[in-house]
């Protein structure tokens, strides 16, 4: 869930094919990627998983309607631009109408902003989160990434990463980035199937992980 033309349909695709696309078109509606993960690869309890990526459209005219693709939530993956603060700020925001699951109407859990604590509201729920950072190949070093890593993650106990979806090397396995991909898909699974033992579920061995936009005057050309 991010601010619109953050990059997330090049993030899901980069993660789903491992290689990047060209000329990503603009979402509307929602568009869903398929990712093999293999769940605590290299260890005697191995196994493969399908995981479905939701990139949901962040048009301000799919505001009211985007709450249809918030449930059931397995896990979310907040994405901000890293040379757009402004998408970094509305991070927050995509917390609060994803999990609230209101979206920004008056029937939500949390009717004034200010009083969202993402911490508290995370912490009641266990959603696995994983912040990501774009286009940072537009950031010129490594220390100024940094200084552009994102409040929420800490808040949120998340961990984050930082890709240039252009670059299949962003996510080559034995990278940092990769290893933190990997790490969470682990987490979703271990929430959906072993916390929570539903073994007559339908939707066994498929699980969704949610990338959205959050409508903002910042766009980009996802």
């Avoid at 109408?97 to 209101?102: A, M, N, Q, T, W």
């Avoid at 009083?115 to 010129?140: A, M, N, R, Y």
């Avoid at 998340?158 to 969470?184: H, M, N, P, W, Y």
Wanted: with cysteine; hydrophobic share 30%.
């Amino acid at each position: 869930m991010f601010s619109k033309s953050v990059g997330k349909t090049s993030l899901s695709h980069l993660i789903c094919e491992q290689k990047p696309i060209r000329n990503p078109s603009w979402t509307v509606g929602c568009s869903v990627e398929v990712k093999l993960h293999e769940y605590k690869e290299g260890t005697p309890n191995q196994k493969t998983y399908f995981i479905e990526l939701w990139d949901i459209g962040g048009s301000q005219s799919h505001q009211n309607t985007r709450q249809v693709f918030y449930n059931p939530t397995h896990a979310i993956i907040l994405v901000h631009d890293l040379s757009n603060r402004k998408s970094q700020q509305n991070l927050q925001k995509w917390l609060q109408e994803v999990l609230s699951k209101e979206g920004n109407g008056s029937g939500g859990r949390y009717k004034n902003f200010d009083d969202f604590d993402p911490e508290k509201f995370v912490g009641s729920t266990q959603v696995p989160i994983l912040v990501v950072g774009t286009k940072s190949d537009l950031i010129e070093s490594k220390s100024s990434l940094h200084r552009r890593s994102s409040t929420i993650a800490e808040e949120c106990g998340a961990d984050e990463i930082f890709v240039d979806c252009l670059q299949v090397r962003s996510l080559a396995a034995g990278t940092t980035s990769s290893l933190k991909l990997s790490r969470f898909f682990d987490k979703v699974i271990e929430r959906r199937y072993y916390l929570n033992r539903d073994v007559n579920s339908p939707e066994k061995r498929r699980l969704q992980a949610y990338t959205s936009s959050y409508p903002q005057k910042a766009y980009h050309n996802d």
